[in-house]
């Protein structure tokens, strides 16, 4: 158990708890601001974000960046982070061992953070975090309470880029966020 967010990050950048750590060219700990009570947690770096060293910086960053500006949500404002902090290769989903071996840094964030409103952005995190039995398809767009917290479960950006059809619904998601983080959250600092 680390104490702060910045002790979690020193431990992953040398960590070497899955393979994951052999191709990284940089660990991907998280940004944003740990004190607003809401986290995006996304799946993992992609070549944009393995570069760089910070979360949704690539296409799909973008993609995400534009809905919160159409929503008023602001970036800077929220915490995103991913499952796993090393890039799988290929873009390939996180194998179930480096999720796990992954998991206890994002248990710590959370406990850190303490988010009243987590976002689940696709797939991997919505199974890896709520479970298995859990699909997006059919999850996303309803809140889910667990311990204290509200997850909202929606697809992730990079489905919207191969599916233009699908922005609908993750731009309703989130606006549905905004709403209740609009009456659970009284920090008129995530929007603009
Ligand atoms: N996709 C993710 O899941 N996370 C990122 O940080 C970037 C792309
Ligand atoms: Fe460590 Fe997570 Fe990177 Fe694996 S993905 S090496 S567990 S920081």
Not at 61 to 81: C, D, H, P, S, W
Not at 89 to 114: G, H, S, T, W
Request: glycine residues 8%.
């Amino acid at each position: 158990m680390f104490e702060t967010l910045e002790e979690i990050n020193q431990v992953v950048k040398n960590c070497k708890k899955c393979k994951l750590c052999n191709t990284r060219k940089n660990t991907v700990f998280g940004t944003g601001n740990p004190n607003n009570g809401i986290m995006f947690i996304g799946e993992g770096p992609g070549a944009d974000e393995d570069s760089i060293g910070e979360p949704f910086v690539g296409k799909a960053g973008k993609l995400m960046n534009q809905a919160f500006l159409g929503l008023g949500i602001k970036r800077e404002e929220v915490y995103i982070t991913n499952i796993v902090k090393c890039r799988p290769p290929n873009n390939r989903n996180p194998e179930k061992e480096e999720a796990f071996a992954c998991m206890d840094y994002l248990r710590n964030q959370v406990i850190l953070i303490k988010p009243k409103i987590i976002v689940l952005l696709g797939n991997v995190a919505l199974k890896n975090i709520l479970g298995e039995e859990y699909g997006i398809t059919k999850a996303r767009g309803k809140w889910i309470e667990k311990k204290g917290i509200l997850y909202m479960p929606t697809f992730h950006p990079a489905a919207l880029l191969r599916n233009e059809n699908l922005k609908i619904d993750f731009w309703n998601d989130l606006k549905e966020v905004k709403a209740k983080a609009d009456i659970f959250l009284n920090s008129n600092d995530i929007y603009k």
